[in-house]
């Protein structure tokens, strides 16, 4: 079936370091891949999508690429952010027949000052 | 107030207890999902209603029991669980089924099953 791979956490990483989270994913078809993050005490916020390959998703300087090759949408950051502190969620949607979104396990980053 | 609120956002419960979670979303969507997050697992979907019709049950144990008397409510009853059902309970509305750009989350419910 389909499924989602990211890497384990937790991240720490200090202000400004540069960020990568690496997902991968298993999918039958061609599925939209997306990252949404989870703020503490707060639900799930779609952070940035890609629909088809060789797309980049952007949002809150975040930026993933959607690498058919590789079936991979790892999410990348320049310069985190203390307030980018949150957990990470790579998920994806096969189109057609059940598209009900497939997560994977999140990434917690911790960003310090 | 808007967007997707759940209660309560905390509760612990024995396993011979009677519970029952609330969802309300204040959207104007069509369709709202239960889903269930455990720690080290990947988020798991339990229920989507689509107008208040139940059109997907994920093989989610009889203890949990949707209930979605109209679009903007959604209840999740809990009898009889187990101290592994302990999870962030969250609730979600879509403007229509599966529709992920529209897809708001609430905070959810962290449950506890002594």
């Known amino acids: 079936g389909d499924s989602v791979t990211q890497m384990e956490g937790p991240v720490t990483l200090s202000e400004e370091a540069c960020l990568t989270i690496?997902?991968?994913?298993?999918?039958?078809?061609?599925?939209?891949l997306f990252w949404y993050v989870q703020y503490p005490g707060e639900g799930l916020q779609l952070l940035l999508k890609a629909t088809k390959a060789d797309d980049k998703g952007s949002n809150k300087g975040f930026e993933a690429t959607y690498r058919k090759e590789t079936t991979s949408f790892h999410l990348e950051k320049g310069s985190v952010q203390v307030s980018d502190s949150a957990v990470y969620f790579c998920a994806l949607k096969t189109q057609g027949g059940s598209e009900k979104l497939v997560f994977g396990k999140g990434t917690k980053l911790t960003v310090n000052p | 107030e808007t967007g997707v609120t759940q209660t309560p956002r905390h509760l612990v419960m024995g396993m011979t207890n009677k519970k029952s979670l609330k969802c309300e979303q204040h959207l104007g969507h069509n369709a709202m999902y239960w889903y269930k997050q455990s720690a080290k697992k990947p988020l798991e979907l339990m229920f989507v209603y689509s107008l208040e019709e139940r059109v997907e049950n994920n093989s989610v144990p009889s203890r949990f029991s949707p209930e979605c008397p109209n679009s903007s409510h959604l209840f999740l009853h809990l009898h009889t669980l187990q101290p592994e059902d302990s999870a962030l309970y969250l609730c979600?509305?879509?403007?229509?089924?599966?529709?992920?750009?529209?897809?708001?989350f609430g905070p959810g419910t962290r449950l506890t099953v002594l």
């Open positions: 979600a509305s879509s403007q229509q089924r599966y529709d992920t750009d529209t897809q708001y």
């Open positions: 690496n997902c991968t994913y298993t999918a039958t078809g061609y599925p939209s």
